[in-house]
């Protein structure tokens, strides 16, 4: 039988550009139910619908109250009335969407940017613990951004700062991705899609690499196939997450001349790459990056993988409902 | 017979790329004697030695005790220390600036990075009043940067945050200037160094402009000479002013995407070109970034020109001795 969860439990959501995550959350921050859905809706009614059956299937684990819901969105997005702004890859621009889930599931449900979130838990109890400076840069669909400034989560002057994935890198180079209007923008040059990209062009100029094997056998190409083909010594797939790795460290260099920070977290899926993706990252920041940034900063894998955003969305609730009660 | 300043006037010195500029300045930011030098010096001593000068001027202006010299520096800093950690263009790596200076001149002198100052005094009385977050882009010889965070200058882990002219804008494009190791940065791309560099090239290209003209009647192109003939109507100085506003938008949209800031202020001589350089770079701002961010930030020049710097420096000086007082 599976062990019931402790009561008082949050359901914290991950909304990604391809799929959902509802985790039951208690306040350790053990994990004791998790609902994955791989779609997450063509249109804003579908969208809602997955998170409220991701969410309910989580709460059904829970023996006791869940007392709320967090949410983490991959949009720009008003905080304080919990409305998604402007999202580049989901239907939600100007959805109310704390407000029409908590309708649905009689919850309070707070919200907001899933890359702030995923920062919050990684310096609540994960790898930004202690930081007073730190970055995010999630990895997937496109790159979500968050920023933290003397331990707190900067939001900029409407809640829509911290887009890190939409710093440009090339001003002449690829239009952007989804709903950006943007060119060279870090994300479509280093995001999990522009591994799928990179690596799909190469399999096709080495066809006897296992890569190019792997298209003409019509496998699809995707982020974990490319990790799992260079872990196994394939040069042209160590090839792309070399590329992938460099680009990702010219946008950490402009980040640690900006912002001096302690610390750059990297997260998403494509952070089972490790060192193949991350030794070309360090090795192009240091050679680009002023010191004395360069030598004091840290680039690291978020500790809790590509479940940070559903952490920090519990965080963000168990916060709330803190807040809410000793208020 | 000039008049005398009231007494307890500060100091406000501004160490640019390629030239000195001391100030005495009263509690209202008023401004009673400048003291100007337009070179800045080859070595430390140098260097120490001109701004020694020029303080000892505008003291001299002075009816009564001068009370602390502020300094700004184009360089990341140690602030508490008052030691320039590292100087893309001046002798200055690793020297106790502010300890040296106040040997020499037996007053107090506070220290911090230029631009970090130059958006100190926008925000206390300029173009920033009011903002809660703010950036400062001073074009000169480089391109410095200030960060306002929630009201307060933003410096990083180290002190060392703020250099936003470098950022990459392009990742393979030319390398950058002075001791910076990276290429393409806004610095080396949109400066008032790059402005004379795209014109000379330019004037080159087309030898019947008044651009081209002037390049061949042997005087050299400076940034005030391409604003001057870009007013006057020469279309190849204005294609010049246009080129470089733009490259600057592309910078300001990543700006921008970070930070959603309420104000972005460009300062230096290049302010002088107006909208010539203002609306290709609102333009190409307005083109790149996200909404709401690029629908609600401003870009506007610094209300104090060329002086902020100095100015702000003067704000350091007069805020320390403030504080003191108050301990």
Redesign the interface.
Known sequence: MVPKVPKGCVIGVDLGGTKVLAGAVDERLGVHHRALRSSRGEDTAEVLSIIEGAVREASEAVDGVVEAVGVGVPS?IDALRGVS??S?HLPLAGVPVATLLAERLGLPVFMDNDANLALLAEHRAGAAEGA??ALMLTLGTGIG?G?L?DGRI???????????G???????GPPCQGN????GCLEVMASGSALVREATALAGERPRSALGRALASGRGITGPLVTELAHDGDEAAREVLGLIGR?LG??I??LV??????VVLIGGGVVAAGELLFEPARDEMR???????RD?VRILPTRFGDESGMLGAAVLARDAIDARAAA
């Open positions: 720009t702004i402007y580049t007073g400076n951004g920023i400034v900067y939001r900029g002057s409407q809640g829509a700062a911290a887009e890190l939409h710093m440009v890198v090339d001003q002449d950006c209007p943007n060119r680009r010219v946008g260099s402009s001349n900006v912002f001096d920070p302690d050679a680009r990056a002023l010191p004395p940034g004091h």
